[in-house]
């Protein structure tokens, strides 16, 4: 799924609604990148986020139209949940270091489309 198609789908929207819009916009779409700026916490395996700015490509989106922050920790939880063996209790960032404190799994597995 590209990350358009990920993002609308996050947000509630149908996919064949995003693939009219697509349509209807005449755009070729690609897999832009997407730029996020938020101060995060993870406590208990449960994150937080106060998002400052959000770019697709570089469009900004407007934070006020959509629970940006919602999203993001709907998304942080499922990719969690997804990986086996994996904990977070506590992680932070300070002075361009992070302080985890968690388990992370013995190996690593690799996935591809």
């Known amino acids: 799924m590209g990350r358009i198609n990920g993002f609308a789908e996050a947000m509630g929207y149908a996919s064949g609604d995003v693939d009219k819009a697509k349509s209807a916009l005449n ?15 993870i406590t208990d395996n449960q994150p937080a986020y106060t998002i400052q700015k959000l770019e697709i490509g570089r469009l ?3 934070l006020g139209q959509f629970d940006v922050s919602g999203l993001a920790e709907i998304l942080t939880t499922r990719i969690m949940r997804d990986v086996p ?3 977070v209790k506590s992680v932070s960032f300070n002075a361009g270091q992070m302080k985890f404190d968690g388990t992370i799994p013995d190996g690593e597995r690799v996935l591809t489309e």
């Open 27 to 41: 755009l070729v779409m690609t897999d832009p990148p997407v730029y996020l700026k938020a101060n995060a916490t």
């Open 85 to 87: 063996a994996f904990t």
């Open 60 to 62: 900004a989106v407007p």
